[in-house]
């Protein structure tokens, strides 16, 4: 009770603070996004992510490295694919020789310890732009597991360390998780994106990709009947707790700062890692504002994946990773 009890002493000096602090940022918390592309000595700025880049497979040698000498040990990787390449059914997605793979085969030859998870989603792959088969203006639920479970296959045959399911098709963690265990790929770990929702933060990754939705008829123009509606709470601790039943590793939430009540919900439920996508339109709303100078770049940043850790994330996907390091000194 006052005055005996006077809190401001534990924020009194830096060294106080520093001292007596509850959430502390670390390079180990970071899964590092990158965008891979076909072609040579091709680094892409990605015109709606500043200082973010699409990568031919030689410069993605350069990035792992410099990535590894920073201390971040841990990539999600993801492919832009040719429009001539794309169609229905994801065809390209399981070519032994695709993009995809050579880029895991890439990263483990540059750097053999890296932690190295794969995008497990037709999007990049499909004509329609959709994580699923398009039949009849649907979304083919079933049809399309069963290609997610192949391309999981083939991308631990490659050398991923995690599968990475990011379509929020029903039942495809169970799916993909027997394929592995049959094929023998038993320490092949999954990071199921259990908590996606429909949101409007996705737009500039899909710029990255050239994977939106395309605006033709008798295809559905968005997401929303197989991502989360962003109203629900409650059905985010079902699918998160189905997806830990079906066999995932670990468990995530995205977007990032808009549902950090879901990231602290599902780590009050589950004994697994929680991970969190702070997605691409959070990128870029911190890094135009800066540019304006509307706010402190690095201040905010630090403010939010604070937060996200705070909230109860165990791993977070950022594109600010490399930012953090510079800023952490």
């Given amino acids: 009770m006052y005055p005996l009890i006077r809190n401001r002493r534990l924020r009194s000096s830096e060294a106080v603070r520093n001292m007596v ?161 049959d094929e023998g790929y038993i320490n092949t770990g999954i990071m199921a994106y259990s908590a996606k929702y429909a949101s409007a933060f996705y737009g500039p990754f899909r710029d990255a990709l050239d994977s939106a939705p395309v605006d033709i008829k008798n295809v559905p123009k968005d997401k929303n009947t197989y991502q989360m509606d962003f109203a629900n709470r409650f059905e985010a601790i079902r699918e998160t707790q189905m997806d830990i039943e079906e066999g995932a590793d670990i468990v995530m939430v995205k977007p990032g700062l808009c549902y950090l009540d879901i990231v602290r919900e599902i780590k009050n439920e589950v004994d697994v890692p929680v991970a969190v996508y702070q997605v691409s339109g959070e990128y870029a709303m911190v890094k135009a504002a800066a540019e304006k100078g509307w706010l402190n770049h690095d201040a905010v940043v630090m403010e939010q994946l604070t937060a996200i850790k705070r909230a109860g994330a165990n791993v977070i996907a950022s594109y600010f990773a490399k930012d953090v390091i510079r800023i952490m000194g």
Avoid at 48 to 76: A, C, I, Q
Wanted: contains cysteine; aromatic residues 6%.
């Fill in 21 to 181: 602090r509850e959430t502390i940022i670390s390079p180990s918390d970071f899964l590092v996004p990158l965008f891979v592309v076909e072609g040579k000595g091709i680094k892409e700025e990605i015109a709606s992510m500043p200082n973010y880049y699409r990568l031919s497979l030689d410069n993605l040698t350069k990035e792992v490295k410099e990535l590894w000498k920073m201390g971040l040990h841990s990539v999600l990787l993801f492919v832009k694919v040719p429009d001539s390449l794309k169609d229905n059914s994801g065809s390209e997605a399981l070519n032994e020789n695709g993009l995809m793979q050579l880029a895991i085969k890439t990263v483990k030859d540059a750097c053999p310890d890296m932690l190295v998870m794969t995008d497990v989603a037709l999007d990049p792959y499909s004509s329609y732009g959709h994580d699923g088969i398009v039949s009849n203006g649907q979304i083919l639920n079933d049809e399309s597991v069963e290609v997610l479970a192949e391309m999981s296959i083939s991308h631990a045959k490659a050398g991923a360390d995690f599968v990475a399911p990011s379509d929020m098709m029903d039942g495809r963690i169970l799916s993909i998780r027997e394929a592995l265990e």
